[in-house]
């Protein structure tokens, strides 16, 4: 049998990891998990170690990055898993690990699952072939305050194209970015570059759970349900100019429907 590198999709909640990931899992002797990309709940590491008899050891930011080849170099004498939240090659770190592999000659193979990025777009009704890049809006900090991400918007906007915006989370202390504080830093990006972009914005929590919240409006009606969307993964969308179906699609979540 061959040894192998594995990259295994979590998918957005507990339980979405695919029959092929979980025997994947049993297969292979080394099992990690990558907290540091993207939200992984301890529920569902507690879920895996009890499907799978198997123990997941958490990943660093400097394992997942400088020290990377580590982990490639242990698949050269045992079968290794690299458990990824959402879908593994959405992040360009899991791309280089996969370099890494090709230049040790150490075989990999990704295991696919679903992702922010198909279920965003899918969920919003909004047509796939109309949106443009996307951006995140990452935490400031005293030396640290980008506002790439309302540029990135703006482009789009100029070109009558949707843009899926990220926000970012806290790892070390597992904070995602509330949605008071992302409006807040869309508003100041807004007036550094004085203009005044976003009027209504589509806002997409904890997709795939069972409590999973879509709200459609205003800023100001949004920040209405901060309560609501408080500790829970937020993505948002910025529609630009959408058509008929797209807008009777949006209005499934407008607050003043709801």
Avoid: C
């Avoid at 930011?61 to 939240?85: F, G, P, T």
């Avoid at 996307?134 to 030396?143: A, L, Q, V």
């Avoid at 009606?221 to 009777?248: H, M, Q, Y």
């Amino acid at each position: 049998m061959f040894l192998l590198l594995f990259l295994i999709g979590l998918g957005l909640d507990k339980g979405d990891i695919s029959e092929k990931g979980l025997q994947t899992i049993k297969r292979a002797s080394k099992l990690f998990i990558d907290p540091y990309t993207n939200l992984v709940s301890d529920d569902y590491i507690i879920y895996l170690e009890e499907k799978t008899g198997k123990k997941v050891e958490k990943l660093s930011r400097s394992d997942l990055e400088e020290n990377a080849i580590k982990i490639v170099d242990l698949a050269k004498n045992e079968d290794v898993a690299v458990l990824v939240s959402g879908d593994p090659l959405i992040a360009t770190t899991h791309h280089t690990i996969l370099d890494l592999a090709k230049s040790k000659n150490v075989e990999a193979k990704v295991i696919h699952s679903s992702s922010i990025f198909s279920a965003a777009i899918g969920e919003s009704g909004l047509d796939i072939y109309r949106f443009g890049p996307t951006t995140t809006i990452p935490f400031w900090s005293e030396k640290y305050k980008p506002v790439s991400f309302i540029d990135v918007i703006k482009r789009n906007i100029d070109n009558n194209e949707h843009t899926l915006v990220l926000l970012d989370y806290n790892y070390k202390e597992k904070k995602p970015m509330p949605i008071e504080e992302a409006i807040s830093l869309l508003q100041k990006a807004e007036e550094q570059r004085g203009i005044n972009l976003i009027k209504k914005i589509l806002v997409l929590a904890d997709l795939g759970k069972e409590d999973q919240k879509i709200f459609f409006g205003t800023i100001e009606a949004i920040l209405s349900k901060k309560e609501i969307l408080k500790g829970k993964v937020i993505s948002i969308i910025i529609p630009s100019n959408p058509n008929f179906a797209e807008e009777e699609a949006l209005s499934k979540y407008s607050i003043s429907n709801i």
